[in-house]
């Protein structure tokens, strides 16, 4: 299963070329923009999305500590939030240029990222790899 997230600009590339062709085949300026301002609207929703989930809530943006072992998971917000969880709770996962993009099981969350600068060096980072390679299965 491919994350949604990664087709959302291609899709608003698309449909912005089909309302630009629309008002150049037909002249139909009302649909047309339309089209292209609904383009502009699915190309910026997850950006948005993003920077508004890190604005608004103060302990998002609050520094994430983390370790990974062969049982689990675990991730600590200083000593208000401490999570732990094992690798069957996490059904999949990708890798962005950007980092890790873990799927979990729960209703609440769809995902849980993990950038590549969270890694002190390329090995602990192809460690980490290897763990999700081994406990999930190859990368989606």
Known sequence: MVPMFRWAPWFALAFGVFSLLLFLLDGNVLVAGFGLLSALVIGFMEPVAVWWRFSSDEMISRT?????????????????????????????????????????????????????????????????????????????
């Open 64 to 140: 994430v500590m983390g370790s990974a072992d062969d049982q689990s998971f675990r991730m600590a917000v200083g000593s208000s939030v401490r999570e732990e969880i094992v690798w069957q709770e996490l059904p999949g996962w990708t890798e962005t240029r950007q980092g890790f993009v873990l799927e979990t099981l729960d209703e609440g969350a769809a995902s849980l990222s993990v950038p590549h600068r969270a890694f002190a060096s390329d090995e602990d980072r192809a460690s980490f790899r290897g763990l999700l390679e081994q406990h999930i299965g190859p990368a989606n």
